[in-house]
């Protein structure tokens, strides 16, 4: 058997997988969150381990507003020695909220400091398409990515209790009762 076998996973030299910038089968990690603290080293070993495997790197939760610029960009260097894209996760709708000035600052700072994509949270923005597309061809004019996305959101109530089924697997609900709760 060529390759490594990790698990469920075949890391066979032969697979069927295009070599980096790949325009589908991306696979995306989340960078260091909110710490500082031997974050360059571990994202070093990750790239130098298995670089070949990761397409994008994601600053999650706007963690990237409370970390230092040049901090941010010796991060983004090292992904891009890597071919690695960097994105800069669903923070964009704290600054939309601000107005359309705040938000193209941002977008210059993201370039400024070498993100490559914004991430716009379509679900937490709730605005009209027209205005998404807006910022989408602000984002693209200043030369970088926009990456919509788009979240499912559903009621934990609607998801059967049932063990023995498949997880996501469609179940169709039981109907609703329109009875309340009541006082005790």
């Not at 070949?52 to 970390?67: A, E, I, P």
Request: aromatic share 12%; glycine share 8%; net charge negative.
């Amino acid at each position: 058997m060529s390759g490594y076998y990790y698990g469920w996973k075949s890391f066979d030299e032969y697979e069927d997988r295009a070599e980096k910038p790949r325009r589908f089968g991306v696979t995306e990690m989340r960078s260091p969150h909110y710490t500082l603290s031997s974050s360059h080293n571990v994202l070093e070993d990750i790239f130098e381990s298995m670089g070949q495997f990761v397409d994008g790197l994601k600053f999650s939760g706007g963690s990237h507003s409370l970390m230092p610029k040049p901090f941010i960009e010796e991060v983004v260097k090292r992904a891009h020695q890597h071919d690695v894209y960097v994105s800069t996760g669903d923070w964009a709708e704290h600054l939309i909220r601000n107005g359309p000035s705040a938000f193209k600052e941002y977008v210059e700072d993201c370039k400024q400091v070498g993100f490559d994509t914004i991430e716009l949270n379509v679900g937490s923005l709730e605005i009209p398409e027209e205005t998404l597309l807006r910022y989408v061809r602000l984002v693209k004019s200043a030369g970088l990515k926009a990456k919509p996305k788009f979240a499912v959101m559903f009621n934990k109530s609607d998801i059967p209790s049932d063990r023995d089924r498949a997880f996501g697997a469609y179940v169709a609900r039981a109907p609703r009762s329109t009875e309340g709760p009541k006082d005790a």
